[in-house]
């Protein structure tokens, strides 16, 4: 199953979804000073053991002492997607998606995500539904 772009799979969501709604922030310690930053903002997460490097629309990253998990429990589960055992993305930033043998996504920012072979059948099964 291959989308030619995310906006496919926009288009079968109800008006009413997650993407419509209004923004809420994270409060990052950073350096011993508070940070708010929107999540609309995030691009992607990048686990690094006890760390993970926040990805921001503007190219900047932000290095933070929680966990990916700590955040995946934390962030809207219809907007940020666990790819990768220490990735997670922020569909409203997909412009494509290939589910075939090498699963990968394309960013707005070029970038490209590999999805792990675990994870795959669940973003599949996940991208076939509309959102709640």
């Known amino acids: 199953m291959t989308f030619e772009t995310f906006s496919e799979y926009i288009s079968r969501q109800p008006r009413e979804s997650v993407l419509s709604?209004?923004?809420?922030?994270?409060?990052?310690?950073?350096?011993?000073?508070?940070?708010?930053?929107?999540?609309?903002?995030?691009?992607?997460?990048?686990?690094?053991?006890?760390?993970?490097?926040?990805?921001?629309r503007d190219g900047s990253r932000v290095l933070v002492a929680r966990t990916l998990r700590d955040y995946e429990l934390m962030l809207d589960s219809r907007l940020f997607v666990r790819i990768h055992?220490?990735?997670?993305?922020?569909?409203?930033?997909?412009i494509s998606i290939d589910l075939g043998k090498d699963a990968a996504l394309?960013?707005?920012?070029?970038?490209?995500?590999?999805?792990?072979?675990r994870r795959v059948q669940e973003f599949r099964e996940r991208m076939a539904q509309p959102a709640e």
């Open 21 to 56: 709604q209004p923004a809420q922030e994270l409060i990052l310690s950073i350096r011993g000073q508070k940070r708010a930053v929107a999540v609309e903002r995030i691009v992607y997460l990048e686990g690094d053991g006890n760390y993970t490097n926040i990805v921001l």
């Open 85 to 94: 055992k220490s990735c997670m993305v922020n569909l409203q930033f997909v």
């Open 106 to 117: 394309e960013l707005t920012n070029g970038q490209l995500m590999r999805i792990s072979r």
